[in-house]
């Protein structure tokens, strides 16, 4: 047993590399990415530190040339997720009782292998799998994730310290535990730092985790894996199964020892957990930590003193960034009167410059979109304004899935700012812009307050600082993110902790103690040095 406390400073960014012509990170990312190519992966689900191959497999291709098959994955059933369960829980009393510091090491060990020998392997496998580019892979799958893991273990290393007050004659502690059962992680597409923190920020809390990532994110989820058991992560605690989500849904929420959730995706399907669990809230043995980040119906809101140029370039970046996948990504967009004309102007000029293609490709700015259901979706909502005499395509709108799911970037202009693509997520390469009178700036803030349902993220474009304040104010509760002359993604770990309220999630900000304490269960101990030996109080005496 150690005598001594631990304290793991915080740490720095892990800085993004350029991937510029002729620099070595750029020809080691592109080695990588045709070495993936020239091999098909068989990808097994891990389940008590065990490969798992049940023979029933899905195909993995890049959405942006689907005639290229990468490789295949392993689906399970009902009897994969029970494994799982049992696996886990089997694991869960050794790993609790772990040292922290013991568990730290390997997750700190694991940030190591990402940043020197698999950064490569992880953004190759996030841009085939996931149609990133270069830029977007570094800044997500290796920049991000290196951070999730650091800053995880410094700020659950800032929790543990925090001790309650002692008076003379009593010693008060407080111990944080891990959550007694399994916790649950469902895992998205978009962001395969989201996939590789909401297992490893749980199980660095000592949980022990059954993890359903994205079928379209398994190829660099299966990377994240390989990491992990090099990093000396122990059999069972975190089990990595691929099936129906329905299904996991019923056999896990089902289970007595069910004790958390940690989700990123819809809305819909959040929502229908939560029923699920409060459903089912007699069988647990204690209250499960429902902890998920949903949707976003992101906005840019420039003030008549905005500037032209940093308002177009908010909205190029901020909505046009991995083809508008990102829950954070711009998708409506409030101009004044005043600049809207060269606001749309410059923006226009601006995309017609994106490349659009192949990931293998650095030149493009643009790839595809992740699957033929997303494609199907969004072009759906592109037809449907083709033909709307209330609204205009003034950018893009074109698309093809002939090699790949592209669609062009696209900005649509309408005249009313409840129209249909103001309102609903779409999730892709879509934003729509509406113009207001610049004067009138109190009503549209209580327009872009009330439009939405969603409270993800939403930024303010202004030189007035008295419109920026007024703007900050009264949007207190429309995003959870809230960005002042910048575009409302790209929120970086340990500088913005992320996360949206109203239906865009319960705001327990990763990258953040918050998150931290929705895995830890605290018991609070105290000790009487010299405990009376006599029931009554002084009151009790007579005059």
């Not at 309650?164 to 944080?176: A, D, F, K, V």
């Not at 992740?370 to 083709?386: C, G, L």
């Amino acid at each position: 047993m150690h005598n001594a406390y631990f304290h793991f400073a915080a740490p720095v960014n892990e800085p993004v590399y350029s991937y510029a012509p002729g620099s070595p990170e750029r020809v080691a990312l592109k080695k990588q990415l045709a070495a993936f190519k020239a091999q098909e992966a068989d990808i097994p689900m891990y389940i008590g530190g065990k490969e798992v191959r049940t023979g029933k497999t899905q195909e993995l291709r890049p959405p942006h040339e689907i005639k290229h098959k990468l490789g295949q994955f392993h689906t399970g059933d009902a009897t994969h997720i029970n494994d799982a369960i049992t696996a886990a829980l089997q694991a869960r009393a050794q790993w609790a009782d772990t040292p922290w510091e013991q568990r730290a090491g390997i997750f700190l060990k694991a940030a190591e292998l990402i940043a020197t020998k698999y950064r490569y392997h992880l953004n190759a496998a996030t841009m085939l799998g996931q149609s990133k580019n270069a830029y977007q892979a570094e800044i997500d799958s290796a920049c991000e994730l290196i951070d999730f893991l650091r800053f995880n273990v410094h700020y659950l290393s800032e929790i543990y310290n925090q001790q309650p007050y002692s008076p003379q004659g009593i010693h008060n502690r407080l111990e944080y535990r891990p959550l007694e059962g399994f916790v649950l992680a469902v895992t998205p597409f978009n962001f395969t730092a989201i996939a590789g923190n909401l297992p490893t920020s749980a199980a660095l809390c000592g949980n022990v985790v059954v993890w359903k990532p994205a079928d379209t994110q398994v190829y660099a989820a299966n990377v994240i894996m390989k990491v992990l058991i090099e990093a000396g992560l122990p059999a069972g605690v975190i089990n990595l199964i691929y099936t129906d989500g329905p299904l996991l849904g019923d056999v896990a929420f089902s289970h007595p020892d069910f004790a958390g959730i940690h989700f990123t995706g819809s809305t819909a399907v959040f929502q229908q957990m939560w029923k699920t669990i409060g459903t089912n809230i007699s069988k647990y043995k204690t209250y499960p930590r429902i902890v998920g980040e949903t949707g976003g119906k992101d906005f840019v809101l420039a003030h008549k003193s905005a500037d032209v140029d940093v308002t177009a370039i908010a909205l190029a970046r901020g909505a046009f960034e991995y083809q508008g996948q990102k829950c954070s990504a711009a998708s409506r967009a409030y101009l004044p009167s005043n600049i809207a004309d060269a606001v749309k102007a410059k923006l226009v000029a601006e995309l017609a410059t994106m490349k659009m293609g192949t990931t293998e490709d650095f030149s493009n700015f643009i790839n595809a979109v992740i699957d033929e259901r997303s494609f199907n979706k969004i072009t759906n909502y592109i037809e449907n304004a083709k033909k709307d005499p209330k609204a205009k395509i003034i950018a893009g709108g074109t698309y093809s899935k002939a090699e790949g799911y592209f669609i062009a970037p696209t900005v649509i202009e309408v005249t009313d700012p409840h129209y249909v693509t103001m309102c609903e997520e779409i999730f892709g390469p879509v934003l729509t812009i509406y113009t207001y009178d610049a004067e009138k700036f109190e009503e549209i803030i209580a327009t872009v307050d009330s439009t939405s349902s969603y409270a993800l993220t939403g930024s303010i474009i202004a030189q007035d600082r008295y419109a920026i304040d007024l703007a900050t104010k009264k949007l207190v509760n429309s995003a959870g993110n809230f960005y002042i002359n910048d575009k409302p993604t790209g929120a970086v770990v340990g500088q913005q902790p992320f996360g949206g309220a109203r239906a865009s999630g319960t705001n327990d900000k990763a990258g953040s103690m918050l998150n931290l304490y929705r895995w830890l269960s605290a018991r609070t101990i105290k000790e009487t040095l010299v405990p009376p030996t006599d029931y009554r109080y002084p009151f009790l005496k007579e005059d």
